[in-house]
């Protein structure tokens, strides 16, 4: 598997910053048991998984009131929306009739989410 990411942050004002972060996943294959794979299938690969980027953004707040300080936080993940698949099994069981081509068709295969959003609030004493 590779895995690339980096992140830019922009602080707007004293305490208020934007951080968008992007990564790239590639070179992911699915999940499968070589040791059963026999006969013209032995040694074959796994299905390779497409490539996807996704882009996170993250806009924060420090602030102090009292003797606490505190930290609010608007995080949207995968921003874009990008469609993509997380993770597969190779020539999976749970597909009918089952295909044996190490390939998508005979994957089952997990799409990782898509666009939402949290707010969290962190204090330290």
Do not use: C, H
Request: glycine share 8%; charged share 20%; no cysteine.
């Amino acid at each position: 598997q590779t895995q690339f990411g980096g992140s830019v942050r922009y602080e707007i004002i004293k305490n208020l910053y934007v951080k968008v972060i992007g990564t790239y996943f590639a070179d992911y294959y699915a999940n499968f048991d070589p040791i059963s794979l026999k006969g013209a299938d032995a040694g074959r690969e796994s299905w390779k998984l497409p490539a996807y980027y996704v882009f996170d953004l993250n806009v924060g707040y420090n602030f102090k009131y009292k003797i606490a300080k505190f930290n609010l936080n608007f995080n949207l993940l995968n921003v874009l929306d990008e469609v993509y698949i997380s993770d597969a099994n190779n020539n999976s069981g749970n597909i009918s009739p089952a295909p044996k081509s190490f390939d998508a068709r005979s994957a089952a295969v997990f799409f990782g989410l898509g666009r939402r959003f949290m707010v969290s609030l962190k204090i330290g004493i």
